[in-house]
């Protein structure tokens, strides 16, 4: 069985603080995704990666896939409250449509 | 582009009742279509694959009696919870995916059904 899990759990900080999260998997996955959801709706799609060791920057978010696909991360530099919410990794199939779907990292931005 | 629709976006209903979800992809055409649910505080649980005009694939531990899933369309699919007991409230959530091309493996999401069963 595939596992994806995403470390930490839960995050509490500051406005203005940086943070990591952290996507890991003893498999290998042949795309990345990153999710943000808000209480009460749907995941929103932040990126896609697809090659090892790509890195992709969407304003203050920088997301990395690992060298060896199997792992991946996300570092937001300076945080808005606007910020809060559950983040989510996603990993793709080679053989399916399907996405696995990472434990979820609750973020709190505190004004 | 790749707008997800799902309707109702609350529902409450009696037990032993059903009741029918619909989830519409606005503007493109969907060849696949994922149904999720969601408990509070939790990442998403895969329930269901669909594919236009074919029987849906369940996930392992998902009861297919249960959940009724039609995917009559490039653009529909439906999930129906039958005889629906307080267990089953939850957040449904679908997903389409097909927009094309090399990124016909990326997936979008409607904004989610919260069902409570009383």
């Known amino acids: 069985t595939q596992l994806l899990k995403q470390s930490p759990q839960f995050l509490s900080i500051q406005e203005g603080e940086n943070l990591t999260v952290y996507c890991n998997s003893s498999?290998?996955?042949?795309?990345l995704q990153w999710y943000r959801q808000e209480p009460g709706e749907g995941p929103v799609l932040l990126v896609t990666v697809v090659t090892g060791g790509e890195v992709k920057k969407l304003k203050r978010l920088t997301f990395q896939f690992g060298d060896a696909r199997k792992d991946s991360s996300l570092h937001i530099t300076a945080a808005q409250p606007g910020d809060t919410g559950l983040y989510l990794c996603a990993g793709g199939s080679y053989n399916t449509d399907k996405l696995i779907f990472g434990t979820g990292t609750r973020l709190q931005v505190f004004p | 582009g790749a707008v997800v629709s799902q309707h109702p976006s609350w529902v409450i209903c009696k037990s032993g009742t059903s009741v029918k979800i619909e989830c519409r992809s606005l503007?493109?055409?969907?060849?696949?279509m994922f149904w999720y649910r969601q408990f509070p505080k939790q990442s998403l649980m895969l329930m269901a694959t669909?594919?236009?005009?074919?029987?849906?694939?369940?996930e392992q531990g998902v009861e297919k009696d249960k959940f009724l899933i039609n995917h009559a369309s490039l653009t529909l699919s439906t999930l129906t919870v039958t005889s629906a007991h307080p267990e089953d409230s939850s957040f449904y959530i679908c997903?389409?995916?097909?927009?094309?091309?090399?990124?016909?493996?990326?997936?979008?999401f409607g904004p989610g059904t919260r069902l409570t069963v009383t």
């Open positions: 669909s594919n236009e005009g074919s029987k849906a694939t369940y």
């Open positions: 498999s290998v996955f042949s795309s």
């Open positions: 997903s389409a995916s097909g927009v094309g091309g090399a990124r016909s493996y990326e997936q979008y």
């Open positions: 503007d493109f055409q969907a060849t696949t």
